[in-house]
């Protein structure tokens, strides 16, 4: 059976940091729990076993709303080839990591496909990123295709929070 995939959503973002940290960060838990995460939230709990058919699973709340209910997400691992590819199916998910809606857009597409490829250029890492909707009905679709833009935003917020922990850990 072929997936049905909608137009990819892309970022891409230049590091200054050697490819096998970065594929680092995406991979491990203790990385990913410092910056994978919108600017404002903070993640309450972060489950990594990163290995082919394994899974990210994680919890975020809001930083000013700490009595507010979290969010849930999971990653599951497709592909995992270091230091230069990572490839994911998304979704949203409960506190036991079954699949759920997203809690305030209920057309969600229910999965996504995230393909992360990291190449080596001079003084550091460059990442591209696509993210499709995997499987999606039009409508899910077309409401993925329409906010591109406010994931943009979203993305670009954590791409600042990745840069940022990078530098940290380089010179620490």
Do not use: N
């Not at 076993?49 to 394994?54: K, T």
């Not at 998910?93 to 229910?110: E, I, K, N």
């Amino acid at each position: 059976m072929t997936e049905r995939l909608s137009a990819p959503f892309v970022i891409e973002q230049f590091f200054k940091a050697p490819r096998e940290l970065v594929y680092a960060a995406f991979t491990q838990g203790e990385h990913l729990s410092h910056w994978m995460r919108p600017p404002g939230m903070v993640m309450t709990q972060c489950e990594v076993d990163a290995r082919e058919g394994g899974s990210f699973h994680y919890g975020m709340r809001a930083e000013a709303l700490p009595q507010a209910p979290a969010m849930w997400g999971k990653w599951s691992f497709r592909e995992l080839k270091a230091p230069e590819r990572i490839v994911v199916v998304v979704q949203f998910s409960d506190a036991a990591g079954g699949v759920t809606r997203h809690p305030m857009a209920p057309q969600w597409p229910l999965y996504t496909l995230s393909t992360t490829t990291l190449s080596e250029e001079a003084g550091g890492t460059r990442l591209h990123l696509e993210w499709r909707a995997l499987d999606a009905g039009p409508v899910e679709e077309a409401l993925f295709d329409s906010s591109h833009a406010s994931m943009k935003m979203g993305w670009s917020g954590s791409m600042q929070l990745l840069a940022g922990y990078l530098a940290k850990i380089q010179t620490a």
